[in-house]
């Protein structure tokens, strides 16, 4: 029995109640950035007694709803339930006989969201899975792709010029010599159809089937309004000429070729020859990410998510919507892959679904809604279970008349401690159930004793250490000077608890090349004094008293200081720097203020000068796709392995700032920001015109964005199972403790959970993270979040209530790990494999008798196939020729401490039709699919991904619209050197440079704006982005993917 298992109805937070004090929100003073969303940090009023009520934050950022963009204009129809795909069994030759030519029908827009409706098979599409033997192996498979890929579109295009995470278009000159990966192992796939209407699916009663999904398509016969893309093999298409009038999702007019590609049977039986040119899936008929974001925000986007139901799956991370915690966390700070656990370890192997949880500790919430309260127990601190040591929250169960309490996670009882007592109600729940967060609530905190403080000593304020690279290139760039200006206005908005006046933290500043330079800016001294320790071999800090101040006490030294850089620096001729060095003298002289922090590196090299963690140039593209592979993502030394060790016993977090114009090893010179929690922002051939600004907002925001330094989170979990495995930006001593020496609003850690016994239907399975943390102005705290999910004896169950975004999340970040240790391709297939076994235990277990040949999704992991597609083809797993080794491992250490919402948009990116938007209307346009066959040449198109946002311009785009975007009159004269959209004074400007910026106040990076004409060399670079097509590195399309998937799960069903 479970006690919370129905929402409460109690006084929610948000409404005045007695004893709770005004809640001030800081918001700097008033003061801002500019450029800066601000007001999330700094949650806190400081110590309070008891809690107070919060206001909502002032001036932040938000986005209007986007829920209110017209949908789609049309696409395939998935009403709830599932999608069924048939394709023939083999030799049933079917291919061509047109079932029906009805058009498909779309359900209701506003269709109910119905987590537990049976699925129903909406469509079917009968592929000829085989030719000639049936697959022999793999490498069979690869080889008919391989063939397949030459000579297709892709093959003839000119090597892209550099892509890149924020790197300029000029950047990383192709490697055309770079190995070729080999293609995706996709079916061969002779003949796919499009089959009569589904079969009948008796148990799925509650949604009917549409009346004709599908229709038949004969080979050869161009059918109007049916057929997909050109197939890959035909001859290069002049593009998008069939949709000139910009119809997206619509049907597509005929294609006079398309019959062309069929020379005739498919030849079954013969010996695998140059494969047939393949027929396509309509990509209006498979599963479209559109629609299902579109559908859920719909349907979830108007009401609030209350948390007070168990195992209540959440709206989609696309989804706007607000947050009611009564009793479980809000989604912000935890998504699970799934909300109904299996009762018992056979049913989770059975199953394959990874039971993990995406949990962002610190989460920035929107300003509607309401920050953690914090509780203050005094000196006994927080009142927690005997045994386990589980704290107290809203699942533990009060007995004896509120004198003990039973544990929720262990069972154990505890003697409520006297001060804590109170009596119980005659349904059991404690009278002042609803004055304390502790026990109504899903998230809350608790002011830590001295117990939970390093050496038993309440912790000292941080402070922050800005070391800045002022070797030739750092300062020939202008980079030098650009930091010390910025840091003259950006020293007054460090991090600053509740209502304080002025920051807690300390600064202190170092510069260096082969040496580094300490600066003395003690308040006292009339101008700054610079120390040199040219012994890099044993790093010591040549001054205590003056390194670390306060920056309204020395306001006038460091200015001073910052105004002097640029010039002491100016003729270095200096081009060789240390990184090992710069580290070791942040941690000790945090050390020695007896403090945690954060050292900010600005680095623009290989650290190749003597001295202890020196690199070499080992980068080595002929590694690519051989078992050696995975070096490439190692450190080359464990130095800095060490060093990271150290740097989390101090809270040393560490971020780090490349400015790189070669190779500079971000595998090896991430692994200390990347274990202490820290973050690396890395800007490829600065320059200063085109990327300071981005830099700049970068730096801004990390600066004043809420940490918690000096972290430990533990996860406990209910009796039956157990926190087995962690991804994301730490260090870990032990197999419980997930330590961070800083831990930022932006990080994510990824928790998997493995049974060790069984759960029961009854009192389903709980988690509570804990995280212990020093705040930005120095006050030991406790923040706990907890989640109550449902447990299942029933496979359907688990199905049901699956995230597929959250599953995604876990499968990036198992697989970016994986490929430290085993050969890409061996990654990519467990991947595959995985998820095919997912797939392959539903429609074994869940899905209703049906033709061998369907393949049938779930209705929550419809999206599976295409989301794991983007994943398997993502730079990390299947680089294209452009991608450099920085690039993979930087993209690889980023996406680890991703959340959901970032991977979400990072592997499936929104691209959006801006000549579609309304200038009168604060909303978007509706999204649409990421492939070229969507783009009209007459549009303008944005596609974000959270790293870089591309404005594609299509040749036949008006002349004013062009004018009016860009200020020149014609296509030819568009720059795609600007960086930003020029400011023009007219509606469409506007509306788009305002979907731009808010874009840009979505993510947690600011992102760099591309430029791409179509037809444009650059074109290939946007072109890597669609990914519903074949990518120019060999990963496949959606539609073969999906034909391949399904291969897969029949042969897993044989
Ligand atoms: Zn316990």
């Given at each position: 029995?479970?006690?919370?298992?129905?929402?409460?109805?109690?006084?929610?937070?948000?409404?005045?109640?007695?004893?709770?004090?005004?809640?001030?929100?800081?918001?700097?003073?008033?003061?801002?950035?500019?450029?800066?969303?601000?007001?999330?940090?700094?949650?806190?009023?400081?110590?309070?007694?008891?809690?107070?009520?919060?206001?909502?934050?002032?001036?932040?950022?938000?986005?209007?709803?986007?829920?209110?963009?017209?949908?789609?204009?049309?696409?395939?129809?998935?009403?709830?339930?599932?999608?069924?795909?048939?394709?023939?069994?083999?030799?049933?030759?079917?291919?061509?006989?047109?079932?029906?030519?009805?058009?498909?029908?779309?359900?209701?827009?506003?269709?109910?969201?119905?987590?537990?409706?049976?699925?129903?098979?909406?469509?079917?599409?009968?592929?000829?899975?085989?030719?000639?033997?049936?697959?022999?192996?793999?490498?069979?498979?690869?080889?008919?792709?391989?063939?397949?890929?030459?000579?297709?579109?892709?093959?003839?295009?000119?090597?892209?010029?550099?892509?890149?995470?924020?790197?300029?278009?000029?950047?990383?000159?192709?490697?055309?010599?770079?190995?070729?990966?080999?293609?995706?192992?996709?079916?061969?796939?002779?003949?796919?159809?499009?089959?009569?209407?589904?079969?009948?699916?008796?148990?799925?009663?509650?949604?009917?089937?549409?009346?004709?999904?599908?229709?038949?398509?004969?080979?050869?016969?161009?059918?109007?309004?049916?057929?997909?893309?050109?197939?890959?093999?035909?001859?290069?298409?002049?593009?998008?000429?069939?949709?000139?009038?910009?119809?997206?999702?619509?049907?597509?007019?005929?294609?006079?070729?398309?019959?062309?590609?069929?020379?005739?049977?498919?030849?079954?039986?013969?010996?695998?020859?140059?494969?047939?040119?393949?027929?396509?899936?309509?990509?209006?008929?498979?599963?479209?990410?559109?629609?299902?974001?579109?559908?859920?925000?719909?349907?979830?986007?108007?009401?609030?998510?209350?948390?007070?139901?168990?195992?209540?799956?959440?709206?989609?991370?696309?989804?706007?919507?607000?947050?009611?915690?009564?009793?479980?966390?809000?989604?912000?700070?935890?998504?699970?892959?799934?909300?109904?656990?299996?009762?018992?370890?056979?049913?989770?192997?059975?199953?394959?679904?990874?039971?993990?949880?995406?949990?962002?500790?610190?989460?920035?919430?929107?300003?509607?809604?309401?920050?953690?309260?914090?509780?203050?127990?005094?000196?006994?601190?927080?009142?927690?279970?005997?045994?386990?040591?589980?704290?107290?929250?809203?699942?533990?169960?009060?007995?004896?008349?509120?004198?003990?309490?039973?544990?929720?996670?262990?069972?154990?009882?505890?003697?409520?401690?006297?001060?804590?007592?109170?009596?119980?109600?005659?349904?059991?729940?404690?009278?002042?159930?609803?004055?304390?967060?502790?026990?109504?609530?899903?998230?809350?905190?608790?002011?830590?004793?001295?117990?939970?403080?390093?050496?038993?000593?309440?912790?000292?304020?941080p402070a922050f250490i800005f070391m800045i690279d002022v070797s030739y290139n750092a300062v020939k760039s202008g980079l030098v000077r650009l930091i010390c200006e910025e840091l003259k206005s950006l020293l007054d908005?460090l991090?600053?608890?509740?209502?304080?006046?002025?920051?807690?933290i300390r600064v202190g500043f170092v510069t260096y090349n082969k040496v580094l330079h300490f600066y003395n800016v003690k308040s006292?001294l009339a101008q700054p004094q610079m120390m040199v320790v040219s012994d890099v071999a044993d790093m010591f800090v040549p001054l205590l008293d003056g390194f670390l101040v306060n920056v309204?006490?020395s306001r006038t030294v460091i200015a001073s200081l910052l105004d002097q850089i640029p010039e002491m620096f100016a003729d270095t001729r200096e081009t060789e720097t240390v990184f090992a060095p710069v580290i070791q003298a942040g941690l000790e002289a945090l050390k020695a203020a007896?403090?945690?922090g954060k050292l900010f590196i600005f680095h623009t090299s290989l650290p190749i000068a003597e001295a202890p963690g020196k690199l070499?140039?080992?980068?080595?593209?002929?590694?690519?796709?051989?078992?050696?592979?995975?070096?490439?993502?190692?450190?080359?030394?464990?130095?800095y392995?060490?060093l990271?060790?150290?740097c989390?016993?101090?809270?040393c977090c560490v971020d780090l700032f490349l400015f790189p114009n070669?190779?500079l090893?971000?595998?090896?010179l991430?692994?200390v920001p990347?274990?202490?929690?820290g973050s690396i922002y890395k800007y490829?051939?600065f320059?200063l015109?085109?990327d300071q600004?981005?830099f700049l907002?970068d730096l801004r925001?990390d600066v004043?964005?809420?940490?918690?330094?000096?972290?430990?989170?533990?996860?406990?979990?209910?009796?039956?199972?157990?926190?087995?495995?962690?991804?994301?930006?730490?260090?870990?001593?032990?197999?419980?403790?997930?330590?961070?020496?800083?831990?930022?609003?932006?990080?994510?850690?990824?928790?998997?959970?493995?049974?060790?016994?069984?759960?029961?239907?009854?009192?389903?399975?709980?988690?509570?993270?804990?995280?212990?943390?020093?705040?930005?102005?120095?006050?030991?705290?406790?923040?706990?979040?907890?989640?109550?999910?449902?447990?299942?004896?029933?496979?359907?169950?688990?199905?049901?209530?699956?995230?597929?975004?959250?599953?995604?999340?876990?499968?990036?970040?198992?697989?970016?790990?994986?490929?430290?240790?085993?050969?890409?391709?061996?990654?990519?297939?467990?991947?595959?494999?995985?998820?095919?076994?997912?797939?392959?235990?539903?429609?074994?277990?869940?899905?209703?008798?049906?033709?061998?040949?369907?393949?049938?999704?779930?209705?929550?992991?419809?999206?599976?196939?295409?989301?794991?597609?983007?994943?398997?083809?993502?730079?990390?797993?299947?680089?294209?020729?452009?991608?450099?080794?920085?690039?993979?491992?930087?993209?690889?250490?980023?996406?680890?401490?991703?959340?959901?919402?970032?991977?979400?948009?990072?592997?499936?990116?929104?691209?959006?039709?801006?000549?579609?938007?309304?200038?009168?209307?604060?909303?978007?346009?509706?999204?649409?699919?990421?492939?070229?066959?969507?783009?009209?040449?007459?549009?303008?198109?944005?596609?974000?991904?959270?790293?870089?946002?591309?404005?594609?311009?299509?040749?036949?785009?008006?002349?004013?619209?062009?004018?009016?975007?860009?200020?020149?009159?014609?296509?030819?004269?568009?720059?795609?050197?600007?960086?930003?959209?020029?400011?023009?004074?007219?509606?469409?400007?506007?509306?788009?440079?305002?979907?731009?910026?808010?874009?840009?106040?979505?993510?947690?990076?600011?992102?760099?704006?591309?430029?791409?004409?179509?037809?444009?060399?650059?074109?290939?670079?946007?072109?890597?982005?669609?990914?519903?097509?074949?990518?120019?590195?060999?990963?496949?399309?959606?539609?073969?993917?999906?034909?391949?998937?399904?291969?897969?799960?029949?042969?897993?069903?044989?």
């Amino acid at each position: 029995m479970s006690v919370n298992q129905q929402a409460h109805t109690g006084p929610p937070y948000g409404q005045p109640q007695p004893g709770y004090q005004g809640y001030q929100q800081p918001a700097y003073g008033g003061q801002s950035l500019p450029g800066v969303p601000q007001s999330q940090y700094g949650a806190y009023n400081g110590p309070m007694p008891g809690y107070q009520q919060p206001v909502p934050p002032q001036g932040s950022l938000r986005a209007p709803p986007t829920s209110g963009a017209p949908p789609p204009a049309s696409g395939a129809s998935h009403p709830s339930g599932h999608l069924a795909y048939s394709p023939f069994e083999h030799g049933d030759v079917q291919n061509g006989i047109p079932a029906s030519a009805a058009p498909m029908q779309r359900p209701p827009a506003s269709q109910p969201f119905l987590p537990g409706s049976a699925p129903t098979p909406v469509s079917q599409i009968s592929t000829f899975q085989q030719y000639g033997p049936p697959p022999a192996s793999v490498q069979q498979l690869r080889n008919h792709m391989a063939g397949m890929t030459i000579g297709s579109t892709a093959a003839s295009a000119p090597p892209p010029a550099g892509l890149g995470y924020g790197v300029g278009p000029s950047s990383y000159p192709p490697t055309t010599g770079a190995p070729r990966p080999p293609a995706m192992p996709g079916p061969p796939l002779t003949g796919q159809t499009v089959a009569g209407p589904p079969s009948s699916q008796p148990n799925h009663v509650s949604s009917p089937p549409p009346p004709s999904s599908m229709a038949g398509l004969h080979p050869g016969t161009p059918m109007s309004g049916l057929h997909g893309p050109p197939p890959p093999t035909h001859p290069p298409q002049p593009g998008y000429q069939m949709q000139q009038n910009g119809s997206f999702g619509q049907m597509r007019g005929p294609q006079p070729n398309y019959g062309g590609a069929y020379p005739g049977a498919p030849n079954y039986g013969s010996p695998p020859g140059p494969p047939p040119p393949p027929k396509r899936l309509d990509p209006d008929s498979i599963p479209s990410p559109i629609q299902v974001i579109e559908d859920d925000r719909n349907n979830r986007g108007s009401e609030p998510f209350v948390t007070g139901v168990r195992g209540q799956v959440p709206p989609l991370v696309t989804t706007n919507f607000l947050v009611k915690d009564q009793g479980n966390a809000s989604p912000r700070y935890i998504r699970c892959t799934s909300y109904n656990i299996p009762c018992t370890s056979d049913m989770a192997k059975q199953s394959q679904v990874p039971l993990a949880a995406v949990i962002k500790p610190l989460a920035t919430l929107p300003p509607e809604e309401t920050l953690p309260y914090l509780v203050d127990h005094g000196e006994s601190g927080p009142v927690r279970c005997n045994r386990c040591k589980a704290y107290m929250c809203p699942f533990m169960q009060f007995i004896e008349g509120g004198r003990r309490f039973q544990c929720c996670f262990c069972s154990c009882v505890t003697e409520v401690p006297p001060h804590y007592f109170q009596h119980l109600d005659h349904t059991g729940k404690r009278v002042d159930f609803y004055d304390r967060p502790e026990l109504s609530l899903g998230s809350y905190e608790f002011l830590a004793t001295v117990d939970y403080c390093k050496n038993n000593k309440f912790p000292s304020p941080p402070a922050f250490i800005f070391m800045i690279d002022v070797s030739y290139n750092a300062v020939k760039s202008g980079l030098v000077r650009l930091i010390c200006e910025e840091l003259k206005s950006l020293l007054d908005y460090l991090p600053r608890e509740g209502n304080m006046e002025e920051s807690a933290i300390r600064v202190g500043f170092v510069t260096y090349n082969k040496v580094l330079h300490f600066y003395n800016v003690k308040s006292s001294l009339a101008q700054p004094q610079m120390m040199v320790v040219s012994d890099v071999a044993d790093m010591f800090v040549p001054l205590l008293d003056g390194f670390l101040v306060n920056v309204n006490e020395s306001r006038t030294v460091i200015a001073s200081l910052l105004d002097q850089i640029p010039e002491m620096f100016a003729d270095t001729r200096e081009t060789e720097t240390v990184f090992a060095p710069v580290i070791q003298a942040g941690l000790e002289a945090l050390k020695a203020a007896e403090c945690a922090g954060k050292l900010f590196i600005f680095h623009t090299s290989l650290p190749i000068a003597e001295a202890p963690g020196k690199l070499k140039n080992r980068d080595d593209r002929k590694l690519i796709n051989t078992d050696k592979e995975k070096t490439l993502f190692q450190p080359q030394t464990s130095f800095y392995n060490n060093l990271a060790k150290d740097c989390v016993a101090q809270g040393c977090c560490v971020d780090l700032f490349l400015f790189p114009n070669q190779y500079l090893d971000v595998a090896t010179l991430g692994v200390v920001p990347y274990q202490t929690g820290g973050s690396i922002y890395k800007y490829a051939y600065f320059q200063l015109e085109t990327d300071q600004y981005r830099f700049l907002n970068d730096l801004r925001r990390d600066v004043q964005k809420e940490v918690g330094f000096d972290a430990v989170m533990r996860v406990r979990t209910s009796t039956g199972i157990r926190a087995t495995d962690f991804f994301g930006a730490f260090y870990m001593s032990n197999t419980t403790d997930v330590e961070m020496a800083g831990l930022d609003c932006d990080k994510t850690i990824t928790v998997e959970f493995k049974h060790d016994d069984k759960l029961s239907e009854d009192s389903g399975a709980l988690l509570q993270c804990a995280l212990l943390y020093t705040s930005c102005a120095g006050q030991r705290r406790l923040r706990i979040h907890n989640l109550s999910l449902n447990c299942c004896t029933q496979l359907a169950d688990l199905y049901r209530n699956c995230e597929t975004d959250t599953l995604i999340n876990y499968l990036a970040k198992y697989a970016y790990r994986g490929v430290l240790n085993s050969p890409v391709k061996t990654v990519r297939d467990a991947l595959i494999n995985q998820c095919a076994q997912i797939l392959a235990c539903y429609r074994k277990n869940c899905a209703s008798p049906s033709s061998a040949g369907q393949l049938i999704l779930p209705e929550c992991m419809k999206l599976l196939p295409v989301y794991l597609n983007c994943v398997l083809k993502s730079d990390v797993l299947q680089p294209g020729p452009e991608v450099t080794t920085d690039d993979r491992a930087y993209i690889r250490q980023l996406v680890t401490s991703m959340d959901v919402a970032e991977t979400n948009v990072f592997f499936y990116p929104r691209l959006l039709p801006l000549t579609k938007a309304d200038v009168d209307s604060d909303s978007l346009p509706a999204a649409i699919r990421n492939s070229e066959e969507r783009l009209s040449k007459g549009d303008i198109y944005l596609l974000e991904n959270g790293l870089n946002v591309f404005v594609w311009v299509g040749v036949s785009v008006q002349q004013g619209l062009i004018q009016n975007l860009f200020g020149v009159s014609s296509f030819s004269q568009i720059s795609n050197a600007l960086s930003t959209l020029p400011v023009l004074e007219n509606p469409f400007s506007k509306k788009v440079r305002s979907i731009v910026d808010m874009i840009q106040g979505q993510r947690s990076r600011y992102m760099k704006l591309i430029i791409v004409k179509q037809e444009d060399k650059l074109e290939m670079l946007f072109k890597h982005f669609l990914v519903e097509d074949k990518s120019l590195s060999g990963g496949a399309s959606y539609v073969d993917f999906l034909c391949h998937m399904h291969k897969e799960i029949r042969q897993l069903l044989s």
